[in-house]
């Protein structure tokens, strides 16, 4: 099993930014990608990044690109979310994912294992 710990959500005005990070415990050998998904009221949840522990290579959603920046600390199995030039359509509960391989997937379906999730809400 491994546990995903999830921190860093709060309130932020539009423009702002915020920083996520995710803690990763347990058998986490037996995964290699990392993923930011969120999910707003009423919408399906929805992939923003992912990291792959091993290489480092990344992955954004178009709608993050540029803005959000996702990173790994592998000596202390921490994966963060810096989202910058926050918009109000950014607000939704983000959650922290992990899966086996190494393949960066957007489909939230393949992750295995899942934090509880933290608020974020922008405010215009």
């Known amino acids: 099993q491994v546990q995903l710990v999830e921190s860093g959500g709060g309130l932020v005005q539009a423009g702002g930014s915020l920083r996520l990070s995710c803690a990763a415990s347990?058998?986490?050998?037996?995964?290699?990608?990392m993923g930011w998904f969120r999910q707003a009221p009423r919408r399906e949840r929805e992939f923003v990044a992912a990291?792959?522990?091993?290489?480092?290579?990344?992955y954004y959603a178009a709608s993050v690109k540029g803005r959000f920046t996702i990173s790994r600390d592998n000596a202390k199995n921490t994966v963060s979310l810096q989202m910058n030039s926050l918009k109000s359509e950014d607000t939704a509960v983000y959650y922290c994912a992990a899966r086996p391989g190494s393949f960066l997937s957007q489909n939230y379906i393949e992750y295995t294992y899942w934090g509880q999730g933290t608020q974020v809400t922008v405010s215009s």
């Open positions: 990291i792959s522990w091993s290489s480092g290579s990344t």
């Open positions: 347990g058998r986490t050998f037996s995964t290699n990608a």
